[in-house]
């Protein structure tokens, strides 16, 4: 399939000789003067790769372009022709957007085999991403609950935007899954997504794993390294666990918010970072400043937006639906056998509250796949230790009632009436009361 090239160039000299070349080889190609008309063809066409030749001011209005460009069209790759080469300019070029840059002079081939490898490579990662994002989102998205509407357009909203959110709820809720779905609907999508478990990192390593460090900085160092925080430059990093950083890793991580630099271990210069921050916790971080436990500057910084995950006891009706999923995903995983939960294995999952959330639901289920148990798994088929932990269904409100009837009959409303000895009117006016979501 024949790749579309964009040429963005003041003047038509060098860039008129890169267009020729492309097109013998095998590009379709298209130019622009200026970035308007630039975001005009963009708007219009799309293309896979643009390519900024040098410009009459220099390679800073270059990358003036890219970061414009960028900010348009997020997922096109860019390529600058440059006749100069620096480490700053290479930073400056990676801090506005742009994937590859060449130095002039080059061969010919050379940069029709640079061209089409760095469209090779954006098609490549774009796949792998659109994958990993559509297996990830679905995950964190799963629930026709009103709680889940409400949470999807929540987090598309803040997704778009560059703010640091703070993510809180129950262990095994998804905060994880809530941060990539952020990240992955943001502006910083083609860029890293890094995640850092506030939890695992000791005092004595922190700044060399966020910061990095140079050679020699400590006994051990036999390398450069770069930081954790110098790789997400550009993307999102995700502070899971925030309520178990440590003092001295508070006091640290505010400075970054404040300032935006970090500093290398053995280094006096400080580097500037791009990044937004997306943190999570199960904890109470209120109670914990209270405690003098938690940094209140820090709170603010982090508590921007907030985002709160419900626990699966408050969206029982997404049970059913969590249920299916699980069951598909670990037959593909384990090439079956189980079909379906029985009505009575059902019952008994809808009246467990689920202290663990999903986390604990997907482990349940697991265990039964892991058991190779029938094609349907009645009470008698779950381990003793889920009959232990699982408690007998008890008589129920009556929402619970209602979705357990409705699941047990496949949401069939009919059924679901004749089974709870309701009409059918009656029926619908408790689904409107409880705010059950219909499938």
């Given at each position: 399939?024949?790749?579309n090239?964009?040429?963005v160039?003041?003047?038509?000299?060098?860039?008129?000789?890169?267009?020729t070349v492309?097109?013998d080889?095998?590009?379709?190609?298209?130019?622009?003067?200026?970035?308007?008309s630039?975001?005009?063809?963009?708007?219009?066409?799309?293309?896979?790769?643009?390519v900024?030749?040098?410009?009459t001011?220099?390679?800073a209005?270059?990358?003036?372009?890219a970061?414009?460009?960028?900010?348009?069209c997020?997922?096109t790759?860019?390529l600058?022709?440059?006749?100069?080469?620096?480490?700053e300019?290479?930073?400056?070029?990676?801090?506005?957007?742009?994937?590859?840059?060449?130095?002039?002079?080059?061969?010919?081939?050379?940069f029709?085999?640079?061209?089409?490898?760095?469209?090779?490579s954006?098609?490549?990662?774009t796949q792998i991403?659109?994958?990993?994002?559509?297996v990830?989102?679905?995950?964190?998205m799963?629930?026709?609950?009103?709680?889940?509407?409400e949470l999807r357009?929540?987090?598309?909203?803040l997704?778009?935007?560059d703010?640091?959110?703070?993510?809180t709820?129950e262990t095994?809720?998804?905060?994880?899954?809530?941060a990539?779905?952020?990240?992955?609907?943001?502006?910083r999508?083609?860029?890293?997504?890094?995640?850092?478990?506030?939890?695992?990192?000791?005092?004595?390593?922190?700044e060399?794993?966020?910061?990095?460090?140079?050679?020699?900085?400590?006994?051990?160092?036999?390398?450069?390294?770069?930081?954790k925080?110098?790789?997400?430059?550009?993307g999102?990093?995700?502070?899971?666990?925030?309520?178990?950083?440590?003092?001295?890793?508070?006091a640290?991580m505010?400075?970054?918010?404040?300032?935006?630099?970090?500093?290398?271990?053995?280094?006096?210069?400080?580097?500037?970072?791009?990044?937004?921050?997306?943190?999570?916790?199960?904890?109470?971080?209120?109670?914990?400043?209270k405690?003098?436990q938690?940094?209140?500057?820090?709170?603010?910084?982090?508590?921007?937006?907030?985002?709160?995950?419900?626990?699966?006891?408050?969206?029982?009706?997404?049970?059913?639906?969590?249920?299916?999923?699980?069951?598909?995903?670990?037959?593909?995983?384990?090439?079956?056998?189980?079909?379906?939960?029985?009505?009575?294995?059902?019952?008994?999952?809808?009246?467990?509250?689920w202290?663990?959330?999903?986390?604990?639901?997907?482990?349940c289920?697991e265990?039964?796949?892991?058991?190779?148990?029938?094609?349907?798994?009645?009470v008698?088929?779950?381990t003793?230790?889920?009959?232990?932990r699982?408690?007998?269904?008890?008589?129920?409100?009556?929402?619970t009632?209602?979705?357990?009837?409705?699941?047990?009959?496949?949401?069939n409303?009919?059924?679901?009436?004749?089974?709870?000895?309701?009409?059918?009117?009656?029926?619908?006016?408790?689904?409107a009361?409880?705010h059950?979501?219909?499938r």
């Open positions: 399939m024949t790749s090239v964009m040429i160039e003041q003047t038509r000299g060098v860039g008129q000789h890169l267009g492309l097109a080889g095998g590009f379709r190609v298209q130019y622009a003067s200026d970035i308007r630039a975001c005009a063809v963009l708007h219009k066409n799309g293309m896979d790769l643009v900024l030749g040098p410009s001011v220099g390679p209005n270059s990358l003036e372009f970061k414009q460009i960028r900010n348009i997020a997922g790759p860019l600058l022709v440059t006749d100069r080469s620096s480490e300019l290479a930073i400056s070029a990676l801090r506005s957007g742009i994937s590859e840059y060449v130095k002039a002079p080059f061969e010919d081939q050379y029709i085999t640079t061209v089409d490898n760095c469209i090779s954006h098609k490549k990662h991403r659109v994958a990993t994002q559509s990830e989102t679905r995950l964190t799963i629930g026709s609950s009103a709680v889940m509407r357009e929540r987090l598309a909203r997704g778009s935007s703010t640091n959110v703070l993510i709820g095994g809720t998804g905060k994880e899954l809530a990539t779905c952020l990240h992955s609907s943001s502006r999508r083609n860029r890293p997504l890094l995640t850092i478990n506030c939890a695992a990192i000791p005092d004595t390593l922190f060399s794993e966020l910061f990095g460090h140079e050679r020699g900085a400590f006994t051990g160092a036999q390398e450069r390294r770069k930081g925080l110098q790789w997400a430059d550009g999102t990093i995700f502070l899971d666990e925030i309520g178990d950083l440590s003092g001295y890793g508070q640290k505010l400075r970054i918010l404040e300032d935006g630099e970090i500093q290398r271990l053995g280094k006096d210069e400080t580097t500037a970072v791009d990044i937004r921050v997306i943190a999570a916790t199960n904890k109470p971080l209120e109670q914990l400043i405690d003098r938690f940094r209140s500057d820090l709170y603010f910084r982090l508590n921007v937006a907030r985002v709160q995950l419900p626990a699966l006891r408050e969206r029982k009706e997404d049970l059913p639906e969590l249920i299916d999923y699980y069951v598909d995903y670990f037959n593909r995983r384990f090439g079956g056998p189980v079909k379906r939960l029985s009505d009575e294995a059902l019952n008994y999952f809808m009246a467990h509250d202290p663990g959330n999903v986390r604990e639901l997907k482990n289920l265990t039964i796949f892991a058991e190779a148990l029938g094609a349907h798994t009645s008698a088929s779950l003793p230790e889920m009959k232990q699982f408690n007998p269904p008890q008589p129920c409100d009556e929402r009632q209602l979705i357990a009837a409705l699941a047990e009959t496949n949401w409303k009919s059924k679901a009436a004749d089974k709870l000895n309701w009409s059918r009117m009656t029926l619908y006016r408790k689904i009361r409880y059950v979501a219909a």
